[in-house]
């Protein structure tokens, strides 16, 4: 058991501790059914506040050696789920699990610089502790550490990453830090010695992978998104049957829920709520805009079209709003025309303004 190799289940046994849970393990049915196959490689995306950091930490707590973690399911979904009865048993805690965060490497960097190398050193401790004699004492890089543990022991990993891209988010301008990261992305998920200590990755992240221009690291991914799902939409957030169970329970008004949290819709799935807000109306016994209060990184989009001029800007109320028709008119023919891409150029142009 150690911090970022195999990892207790600390984490989702205190999201349990909640007094309100919605059970969403049967996306463990999906990780079990891709793990050591061609697909073993998810990167789910989705907005801030929508329980990523959640479905991390449930993983964990399934995969981990280091979690005892059969009392915390046993009266979930996952485990009473007939079909994937087999497969529930035969991974419950039986991975080598490598999980960390890339907002708390960040954070708790003195130089965001070094938060690359950073992760790999302490990753590489605890891996020499783990597998002593295993590992080169000279070897620096991730990806190789983990090769030669594999060639002498046999034994693969699931990676799991919380907030994959905060480092593109962070570090915008520093090309030489995120290429040193991309590198490291490489290693870990591209090229034909991977599938020797790799049984699979499962990354969360808030863009697609394309948005960074790290396609050539992480190709091999299967990616799910707000815009396309697959088959991870009713894990996107609450599903509207989810809302109605909560409403009933805790004995709020649904349509008020409806009205102001529902609106993103992903075929037969159906309508999705934002969690994070519907968790906090409920606990606060009020419908209000939670959305605001979520970290923003300094509302990029918003900032970019302040600059093109799309958006205007109140600096008493700290508001953006649309300045007059005309521009109202070239937002309404853009929807219309489809012709988003001239603005969304416009702002990839215009990066470089946020700093």
């Known amino acids: 058991m150690g911090i970022y190799l195999n990892p207790p289940a600390d984490g989702f046994e205190d999201i349990l501790k909640d007094d309100i849970y919605v059970d969403k393990t049967e996306l463990i049915a999906y990780t079990n059914q891709v793990l050591g196959t061609s697909r073993k490689l998810t990167c789910f995306s989705r907005p801030r506040r929508f329980g990523k950091s959640f479905a991390a930490q449930m993983l964990v707590a399934y995969y981990s050696k280091g979690a005892q973690s059969e009392h915390l399911f046993q009266d979930l979904k996952i485990a009473k789920s007939i079909e994937e009865k087999s497969h529930y048993k035969q991974y419950l805690n039986q991975c080598d699990v490598l999980f960390w965060d890339m907002t708390w490497f960040i954070t708790n960097a003195q130089n965001i610089e070094d938060t690359v190398k950073n992760l790999q050193r302490k990753v590489i401790f605890e891996l020499k502790r783990e597998f002593p004699d295993c590992i080169e004492p000279e070897t620096t890089a991730l990806p190789e550490a983990l090769l030669q543990i594999s060639a002498i022991t046999g034994r693969k990993f699931f990676i799991i990453i919380d907030e994959w891209d905060a480092l593109f988010r962070e570090a915008k301008t520093d090309q030489r830090l995120q290429e040193e990261y991309i590198q490291l992305l490489r290693g870990l998920f591209k090229g034909i010695q991977v599938s020797r200590f790799l049984s699979g990755a499962y990354m969360t992240g808030i863009l697609p992978i394309k948005k960074y221009g790290t396609q050539s690291a992480l190709t091999d991914f299967y990616e799910y998104t707000m815009l396309e799902p697959g088959p991870l939409a009713e894990f996107v957030g609450f599903t509207e049957q989810e ?6 329970e805790q004995e709020i008004d649904f349509e008020q829920a409806k009205k102001w949290y529902d ?11 934002n969690p ?7 606990f606060n016994k009020r419908f209000s805009n939670y959305w605001t209060q979520t970290e923003t990184y300094k509302d990029d989009v918003l900032t970019l079209l302040v600059h093109l001029g799309y958006l205007a800007y109140d600096i008493d109320r700290k508001e953006v709003y649309i300045p007059n028709e005309e521009i109202r008119q070239e937002f ?5 025309n489809g012709k988003r891409q001239e603005l969304l150029k416009e702002i990839e142009n215009l990066n470089w303004l946020i700093v």
């Open 243 to 248: 809302v109605k169970n909560l409403c009933k």
């Open 263 to 273: 609106g993103y819709c992903f075929g037969q799935t159906g309508h999705i709520y």
């Open 332 to 336: 309404v023919r853009a929807i219309k």
């Open 276 to 282: 994070n807000s519907v968790m906090k109306a409920i």
